[in-house]
């Protein structure tokens, strides 16, 4: 049995280590071997049986088992793709630290805080007490906002200001729904931790409760990008490098998510609070529908729009969760096919900001024919995140429609259907601009070259996506009814 | 316990009618320095514990985090707030109404459950309110940086009223992270000055959706 602890402590040494390298090399096989191992560990550990539940740190059950194997997967993709992503970005070479003194050196401190960032997500994964975790989401915040400035422009220091304004403030008022939720306990409640609590489910104060989950749903929803507060998120994740964006999208949202499932899974043990907390789930999943609906109609900016369709998908993912029953499940899978699909679709507009170097659409034209490779991939990429039917995408947003349709819930399934409609309009418009219209002029992007690096990745990460449609296997399947159940769903 | 509480409450209320920022500092360091005091006040169970969490507070929050606030002022050469949205006098009697706001929220709770320190439960929500119009109102990313700190002490010293005991690693995990969180906004602080020449954050403009007119706001500098 391999200790958990392991994949939290590793990154943060290895990370502080290449602080110090001098060669651009090795701290590029540093990055690798992190992620290899974080991968395999991870494999390991989630292979295992849960024993640890019973722990007062941290601990493996199946929701942790489901969003440690995205994060670690997204962060080994992304490290692939960062080594090409680097070459193409020289900045300052040598290490970061030299004595006490702190260089602004851009390349060394991007492949640290990328391995703090793995680590304190990591954290926020696996840790079982609410105190923990709320320390490991703060903590990705901390590590992920350097790397939001790594291009150390005047937008992206905005972009990273925003963020890290926002997400503190945000993540402060989780923090007092923490405390409230402490509150709630009585002498009977021993651990501070979910399972804990949901074992002692009626020995709770209903009211403190109620505030906490309130402030969680506030506090984290900020950092996960629900409707009103998801300012920062278009900013954020437009600004950072792409295999950042990747890794702020596809895995650092799903960490923000799981804070908050964890105390949804104490009000689904206690039946006053399951409608409260499912309402409001809806009622803020329906807003980050509608709001990504709006913004993406007419957006200028690939990398912006690709920001609100990962508003779009934390809305589904929360209207999922909140309908309940088999949607549940069918938020799960969303949850592992949007990382997969959006950390893709964020690699490949990595690629055609390198090719173009505009992050405007009407500057991109003709993709099929400048960047053939990434513009089949940036097509298929378009049908999977918009649910088109071989894909995982499509299962899970009729898992989670089906359900509304069963339970009667003829507004929610409506809006549902029409701001997905809306997005799809908003995206295929943008899509078909820029991978089909003509290219005016032919030569200007002749060195535009794709490398295999660049590429590997979103291959294999839709391709994934388009398995798990079309099969689930076994241990996936049990993973997701698992953690369906442990909210107090049904399987898929 | 509830002199502190008290004295908490009158250096926000400074806080929020103050235009200089030196002086905005100093009563943050204050608060800091009271917050670290607090921990042994009420009933100790583990007083080695309840030490070591006062020191690390009283250092992190009332010594460096304001040191190196002022530093980035200093190397800024900004003195003073600019004008605010709202008027310093309409801020601090806002500032006043909140607290009425917090205690009658706490007067709302103690109907359903016996508090063990009302008063301190009081500052507590209004430290988090005024954390927040400080950052809703003002215009200076400084000003925002201290507001942000504010709001973290009101959480702090609400947990602390609670009584709700998390294990001493939590709290010096928490206390870490607020300490790495304000220590990037100050680095950025300097990068925001570099860059801009200004540090007013209600000009960050470049990245919107909205395309609410640019207006020109009138050059205000010191």
């Known amino acids: 049995m391999t200790n958990p602890w392991i994949i939290i402590i590793f990154p943060v040494i290895t990370g502080i280590i290449s602080l110090f390298l001098n060669s651009e090399r090795w701290r590029k096989i540093i990055l690798v071997v992190v992620a290899f191992t974080h991968l395999f560990c991870t ?29 670690s997967l997204l962060f080994t993709g992304s490290s692939i793709y960062s080594m090409a992503y680097l070459d193409n970005h020289p900045h300052l070479n040598g290490p970061a630290l030299i004595g006490p003194k702190v260089l602004g050196n851009s390349n060394a401190v991007f492949v640290a805080c990328m391995q703090f960032f793995l680590a304190a997500m990591s954290l926020a994964v696996l840790s079982m007490n609410f105190g923990l975790q709320w320390i490991g989401i703060e903590a990705t915040t901390l ?102 964006s990747a890794m702020l999208s596809g895995a650092l949202l799903n960490c923000a998510f799981l804070g908050i499932l964890r105390i949804y899974q104490v009000c689904a043990a206690i039946p006053a609070m399951t409608t409260f907390a499912s309402d409001l789930l809806i009622l803020l999943g329906l807003l980050s529908l509608a709001a990504s609906g709006i913004f993406i109609l007419h957006q200028p900016d690939y990398k912006r729009m690709l920001a609100y369709s990962s ?42 900001l390198c090719a173009y170097s505009s992050k405007r659409i009407e500057d991109v034209k003709g993709l099929l024919k400048v960047l053939p490779a990434t513009g089949i991939l ?22 989670i429609l089906r359900v509304a349709l069963q339970t009667k819930s003829w507004a929610t399934a409506i809006m549902f259907l029409l701001f997905l409609l809306l997005v799809f309009i908003g995206m295929l418009t943008i899509f078909s601009q820029m991978t089909l219209g003509k290219h005016s002029e032919a030569g200007e992007h002749k060195d535009a070259k794709e490398s295999l690096l660049q590429l590997v990745t979103p291959a294999v990460f839709l391709s994934f996506a388009l398995i798990l449609g079309c099969y689930l296997p076994d241990f996936i399947r ?15 | 316990m509830n002199t502190i509480a008290a004295l908490l409450t009158l250096s926000s209320l400074l806080l929020l009618g103050s235009s200089r920022l030196r002086m905005t500092i100093k009563m943050v360091a204050f608060q800091g320095f009271l917050l670290g005091l607090l921990p042994l006040t009420g009933k100790v169970e583990h007083l080695s514990m309840a030490i070591v969490l006062s020191v690390c507070s009283i250092t992190l929050k009332g010594i460096l985090l304001p040191w190196m606030l002022a530093r980035a002022m200093d190397k800024s050469g900004t003195k003073r707030e600019i004008e605010p949205f709202i008027s310093f006098g309409a801020t601090m009697l806002m500032g006043i109404a909140l607290l009425v706001v917090s205690g009658w929220i706490v007067a ?3 109907n359903t459950q016996q508090l063990a320190s009302p008063v301190c439960l009081t500052t507590g929500f209004f430290l988090v309110f005024s954390g927040l119009l400080l950052l809703i109102t003002r215009r200076k990313a400084i000003t925002q940086t201290i507001g942000f700190l504010v709001l973290e002490n009101g959480v702090f010293a609400t947990g602390l009223s609670l009584g709700s005991e998390f294990s001493v690693f939590v709290e010096l995990g928490i206390l870490l992270d607020v300490f790495v969180g304000i220590f ?36 205000i500098s010191e």
């Open chain 1, 43 to 71: 494999i390991k550990i989630c292979s295992g049986d849960s024993s640890l539940i019973e722990s007062t740190w941290i601990g493996v059950d199946h929701l942790t088992r489901l969003f440690l194997m995205i994060v």
């Open chain 1, 143 to 244: 590590a992920s906002t350097p790397l939001i400035y790594f291009h150390r422009s005047r937008r992206s220091l905005e972009a990273a200001w925003k963020y890290l304004i926002l997400c503190s403030v945000g993540i402060a008022l989780a923090l007092m729904g923490v405390f409230f939720l402490a509150m709630a306990m009585t002498s009977h409640v021993q651990l501070f931790t979910s399972a804990g609590m949901v074992l002692f489910a009626g020995y709770l104060k209903v009211e403190w409760l109620k505030v906490a989950f309130i402030f969680f749903l506030v506090g984290y929803g900020t950092k996960m990008g629900l409707a009103p507060m998801h300012n920062w998120l278009p900013d954020a994740h437009s600004e950072a490098p792409s295999p950042v």
């Open chain 1, 311 to 352: 508003v779009e998908h934390m809305g589904i993912l929360a209207t999922g969760v909140g309908l309940g029953g088999a949607a549940i499940a069918g938020a799960m899978l969303h949850a592992i096919a949007h990382s997969l699909i959006k950390a893709s679709l964020f690699l490949l507009s990595g690629n055609i």
């Open chain 1, 378 to 399: 940036w097509l298929a990429g378009f049908l999977a995140i918009t649910g088109a039917p071989p894909f995982a995408t499509f299962i899970s947003e009729f898992a």
């Open chain 1, 478 to 492: 049990n993973t997701i009814d698992g953690a369906a159940l442990l909210l107090g769903g049904r399987v898929l």
């Open chain 2, 108 to 110: 709302k709770l103690q």
């Open chain 2, 184 to 219: 990037l906004m100050g680095i950025m602080l300097f990068h925001i000055d570099k860059e801009f020449d200004h540090i007013d954050a209600d000009r960050f403009n470049e990245l919107s959706d909205l395309d609410l007119a640019h207006f020109d706001s009138e050059d």
